[in-house]
């Protein structure tokens, strides 16, 4: 054994030398950072199964299925395209604009497909599907170990059809069978509601071409209302445009303020953003809720205003998923995509996989998974439709802590200055 | 043959085959003149090089290589992987049996890191560690952000070191803190030893490890001072294990240099064929073997070979259907590949991947029963083991609601071996009936009579 290793050296370094001599573009640094090493151990493991493995095996197919399992160990989102088939059609290019969209985010968490958020208004928030659903089956396929961008493209584009998502959903006993059918999102990215004491709610459930301007127009309308202290509703707010996020959050900064840096390695890539001083809304305290199903633009939003305004964040950690995606061709028409850049929140935070904590939790209510109950399902189904009932008649719990939290802080405010 | 083989497959260069077959070891690729090979690790270093430049953060040469390794092992097929260190000495101290720890077996249960059981005479089981204690700090750390696995890395260590944990026992307001000295811990492969009825004794190997051959032994010899007249051999759910060890529990039970399995691989060096020893160490015992769907590789060669030979009757369900034989492949840096190398054979040539060993008796049991058998045989287990003083009513009163649970398949193993014995009585005593010479040579045939008349 130990002979053969001695030998496959022998082999394998003048092979080595001479991919290093071909190879342009590799930087001293990646030369010196044990690629020799790790390519010998490469040699040795493609030359182990090509002799071993019970099937003959090509090297192109170990090559391949080597660079997906490199990408896919970085993150759930980096990922390898090999080159298109010649005959393939148009389904390879971008995805659809979002005129028809099933309208919804998902992500790998602790390894399991899950909804970060349905988008308000779309058709996949319609249907009743809720953030932090685990996605079991799409039409009746398991979703397990499969890599992400292979149902991204799908759940949120959609092709015409409808889709069917088996989901199991934190606390109820039985999975649950969606049906979604694409279609436009039909509502305003924000809006905004004045509640007693002159405390305004502003409610963006996304971050597209409208939502700045739409918010500009709530901000004004609360002005003119004379709102003093804002809560700003981010929940269930999942990945858009972080650019968007940007122009709102110039909305609230005062001129010169990091909204958030972008992070990354290679050459340009990394960026600070600061706002413009083109703030319309300064009358504090503000309030920003955030829950598992804010994400994205939405996380890089709550960022800057905790930064900017001593926003308080309230609610549950953030979902954690505020990147700059990079595609790279490869000679023979293949392609990597992978992370290249991270946001970070004005506190140098990095939102990417952690989340962001909020400064006032507010836990989840328990799962209480009552048996007897589960038996009769008249009484479960007449407690549900009063439950229902109240949410009409009475304010969401979470606004009302926030309420009452920017009513504290008013009175602490005033004290120190007297 | 096989040089021919070999020679077209890999083609010229001479030295290198030469070489290896001085050095006694398949054949080398002749890399040197392998284009598609240099073209495709040109492929790799091109996209690591885009990755080590572009990727957000910094990621060593080494952590890509061995993600490469990953993806290249795992797309092969579901049994083979590569692993890296950690996951290879995990995988080593569990076929080994062997490995310095608390003695308990641990999960995850409502996010907390749960004690499921703990080990008779091990550490944990004599400081009183109980089932359902929640580990809450390992060493002052909390567990909260910890998986299974770094939790099982996180006590596990040294024999002789010592762990402090800290416990919540539901019921107790206070926290339990522990201190509690590594030993070595042997995983038990052989359970539940013992006489079900009326001399006919019982074992279940959960697993072949490298001790299980020793500990069966162990086992038979006790029942055997018990005066055992028959056995069930329980292999259901035992998923396999070190191929050599099934071949050694079916050489136990079958004599005379006969065929109990072969291999062949792609490579000639993994076609063998694996042969009895001239004399078993239970050669006439009537025996009776259990399988379902979860017995799978090692249990289907032990009950394969039993059933081509006419040893054992195999009642239950279709076993797995896993006839492929994976070789872990130490690489110089201390990781490992599990690779695919081979397809079993029965001794009458049966292949079974992907169909199993077809019971001859077939019973079968639903899901649910067979969860409450398991969930009867652990509270049985916790409500005898439980050190004195703690209360076990709570278990008790489950085991009752589980009492009228029943184990057909064992009930109809035990049938099957009751009317056999009176059978032979009758054909030894009456002269009725002649005992055939048997495939397996030495087998006095009790088994094998019952078995065609099982058809």
């Given amino acids: ?418 | 043959m096989t040089t021919r083989t070999l020679f077209r497959v890999f083609g010229g260069v001479a030295v290198a085959c030469a070489v290896s077959f001085l050095s006694g070891s398949a054949l080398l690729p002749a890399r040197a003149s392998d284009t598609q090979l240099r073209d495709s690790l040109d492929f790799f270093v091109s996209a690591m090089d885009l990755v080590q430049r572009n990727y957000y953060r910094e990621v060593k040469a080494s952590e890509l290589t061995y993600g490469g390794f990953k993806g290249m092992c795992s797309a092969l097929d579901p049994h083979s992987q590569f692993m890296d260190k950690a996951i290879y000495k995990e995988m080593k101290e569990e076929t080994e049996g062997e490995f310095g720890g608390l003695g308990i077996e641990i999960t995850m249960r409502d996010q907390f890191l749960t004690v499921v059981a703990a080990i008779e005479d091990t550490p944990a089981f004599k400081a009183g560690l109980q089932p359902g204690d929640r580990i809450v700090e390992i060493e002052g750390g909390s567990t909260k952000e910890l998986s299974l696995v770094e939790a099982v890395r996180k006590l596990r260590g040294t024999p002789g070191t010592t762990v402090h944990i800290t416990v919540m026992r539901p019921g107790k307001k206070e926290m339990l803190q522990f201190a509690i000295t590594r030993a070595n811990i042997q995983i038990q492969s052989i359970k539940d030893a013992g006489i079900l009825m009326d001399k006919i004794g019982y074992v279940r190997i959960t697993q072949f490890q490298e001790h299980t051959g020793r500990d069966f032994d162990k086992a038979m010899g006790e029942l055997q001072k018990k005066g055992i007249q028959a056995l069930v051999l329980d292999l259901r759910n035992n998923p396999g294990g070190l191929l050599q060890v099934a071949i050694e529990i079916a050489d136990k039970f079958i004599g005379g240099d006969t065929l109990l399995v072969y291999t062949k691989g792609r490579v000639s060096s993994q076609n063998i064929e694996f042969r009895s020893h001239t004399k078993a160490a239970y050669p006439d015992i009537p025996v009776v073997v259990l399988v379902n769907k979860g017995s799978a590789s090692g249990s289907e060669i032990v009950a394969g070979a039993l059933q081509d030979l006419r040893r054992g009757v195999i009642v239950g369900s279709t076993s797995f259907g896993k006839g492929s034989v994976q070789s872990v492949l130490p690489l110089p840096d201390g990781s490992a590949l599990r690779l695919t190398t081979a397809k079993y054979f029965t001794p009458k040539g049966r292949c079974i991947q992907k169909i199993g060993i077809a019971p001859d008796i077939a019973v079968t049991m639903s899901e649910e029963d067979e969860f409450k058998i398991q969930l009867k045989r652990r509270l049985e287990k916790m409500i005898s083991e439980s050190p004195r003083g703690t209360d076990v009513t709570a278990e008790k009163e489950e085991f009752k609601k589980l009492s009228r649970v029943r184990d057909l398949p064992l009930e109809r193993a035990t049938d099957l071996l009751q009317g056999l014995r009176a059978y032979t009585r009758v054909s030894h005593n009456g002269q009725k009936i002649q005992a055939q010479a048997s495939t397996a040579g030495s087998s006095k045939t009790g088994v094998k009579d019952a078995s065609t008349s099982a058809h």
């Fill in chain 1, 1 to 418: 054994m130990r002979k053969r290793n001695r030998i496959s050296v022998w082999v394998t370094l003048p092979i080595v030398l001479l991919l290093l001599l071909r190879l342009h573009g590799i930087d001293v640094q990646a030369r010196e950072g044990g690629i020799y090493k790790s390519l010998d151990t490469m040699c040795d493991v493609m030359d182990i199964i090509q002799r071993d493995y019970i099937e003959k095996v090509s090297s192109e197919k170990l090559v391949t299925d080597a660079v997906q399992g490199m990408l896919s160990s970085l993150d759930s989102y980096s990922h390898f395209a090999p080159a298109p088939e010649p005959t393939a059609g148009p389904s390879a290019g971008a995805p659809p604009k979002e005129a028809c969209t099933y309208g919804l985010e998902v992500a790998y968490k602790d390894r399991l497909l899950t909804v970060v958020s349905p988008i308000e208004y779309a058709p996949a928030w319609k249907s009743g599907l809720k953030s932090g659903d685990i996605i079991l089956k799409i039409n009746d396929e398991a979703t397990e170990d499969r890599p992400l961008f292979e149902f991204a493209h799908q759940l949120r584009s959609g092709a015409g059809k409808d889709i069917t998502l088996q989901v199991a959903r934190r606390g109820e006993r039985d999975f649950i069978d969606v049906t979604i059918t694409p279609g436009k999102i039909d509502g305003p990215a924000a809006r905004s509601d004045m509640l007693d004491e002159k405390i305004g709610v502003l409610r963006i459930s996304r971050f597209d071409k409208e939502t700045a301007a739409r918010t500009a127009e709530c901000l004004k309308k609360l002005n003119a209302e004379k709102a003093h202290g804002l809560i700003v509703d981010l929940r269930d707010c999942p990945a858009g445009a972080v650019s968007s996020a940007i122009e709102v959050a110039d909305l609230f900064l005062p001129a010169g303020e990091l909204v958030t840096t972008l992070e990354g390695r290679a050459q340009g890539v990394s960026k600070e953003f600061k706002s413009n001083g083109k703030a319309i809304f300064k009358s504090g305290p503000f309030v920003v809720l955030i829950n598992g199903g804010t994400s994205g633009a939405a996380e890089v939003l709550a960022g800057a205003l905790q930064g900017g305004v001593n926003g308080i964040l309230m609610g549950q950690r953030s979902f954690g998923c505020a990147f700059e995606e990079g595609s790279f061709t490869l000679k023979d028409g293949s392609m990597i995509s992978m992370i290249t850049a991270v946001y970070q929140t004005p506190y140098g935070l990095e939102i990417q996989a952690e989340g962001i904590d909020p400064d006032v939790e507010i836990p989840l209510p328990p799962v209480v998974l009552d048996i007897d109950e589960e038996e009769i399902p008249e009484k479960k189904a007449a407690e549900k439709k009063e439950k229902e009932e109240d949410k009409g008649k009475e304010l969401d719990p979470m606004i009302r802590r926030a309420m009452d939290l920017i009513k504290g802080v008013r009175i602490v405010a005033r004290e120190e200055e007297k």
